[in-house]
């Protein structure tokens, strides 16, 4: 029900809430499920390759030791997952990579870690784990729309200044404004520029649940919304 990682001094906790997860240092916005899963996948399809003979002191050979320095050192990343009460179910020490040696005298490419579960053994898994994101948006879905600009039929924007213009586009891909004055055009690369906006409109973080800036938006803010040839509007609030 829970999964934290820490690594270094970073730390990130993803929580299961009812049948979604959500990373909580990002306000609960939900967690990217597919994301989550093949993380999880990962470590329940875990096996030994092999077990390492390793004392306490040798802990730093393998990546597995948090209080190593050095140049180049490998510091272990830290998963922990829990249950819905908080309970410790298992702790995984991530440690370094090792990288299959390959002939013809090239470098080899990582295929394995050596982790630690619960202070057991260092033992060599059999598939390459990789570090875990520590960022909030390393864990959800970016994207927010990606309609195709041929789907849409009309667009109504208002500016920052409170100025509204509306334009509309024909199957036939031609533009055209709702309203105009006789001496204004309406310009082809303009338009399909501004059609092509939500093609992919995506996010680079959460800024806080809704509500929570103050004057963030105003009454008359700019506004974009777009129609599609099925009626499926899309509204965008755009604030400071």
Do not use: C
Not at 146 to 153: H, K, S
Not at 168 to 180: D, N, V
Not at 204 to 226: E, I, L, R, W, Y
């Amino acid at each position: 029900a829970a999964l934290t990682f820490a690594d270094g001094t970073q730390t990130l906790e993803l929580v299961k809430s009812g049948s979604n997860w959500v990373v909580k240092s990002l306000f609960n916005y939900p967690a990217d499920f597919n994301r989550v899963a093949d993380e999880l996948n990962k470590y329940s399809e875990l096996r030994v390759g092999q077990v390492m003979r390793a004392s306490p002191a040798q802990l730093k050979e393998f990546g597995l030791d948090p209080a190593a320095t050095g140049d180049g050192v490998t510091k272990p990343a830290l998963a922990t997952l829990a249950d819905a009460s908080g309970k410790k179910l298992a702790a995984l020490n991530i440690g370094a990579e090792r990288s299959r040696p390959s002939s013809g005298g090239q470098g080899g490419f990582p295929d394995s870690h050596y982790v630690q579960v619960d202070g057991g053994p260092v033992v060599l898994v059999d598939q390459y784990l990789g570090r875990p994101g520590m960022n909030g948006r390393d864990w959800i879905g970016t994207q927010l729309l990606g309609v195709n600009a041929d789907e849409l039929a009309e667009l109504d924007i208002r500016d920052k200044d409170g100025k509204s213009y509306g334009l509309t586009r024909s199957k036939e891909g031609t533009f055209a404004a709702k309203a105009k004055a006789d001496k204004e055009e309406v310009k082809n690369e303009g338009s399909q520029s501004v059609f092509g906006s939500i093609s992919y409109l995506s996010i680079t973080d959460v800024a806080g649940p809704g509500g929570s800036v103050p004057n963030a938006f105003t009454d008359n803010g700019p506004q974009f919304k777009a129609k599609t040839r099925d009626g499926v509007v899309y509204q965008l609030d755009i604030g400071t």
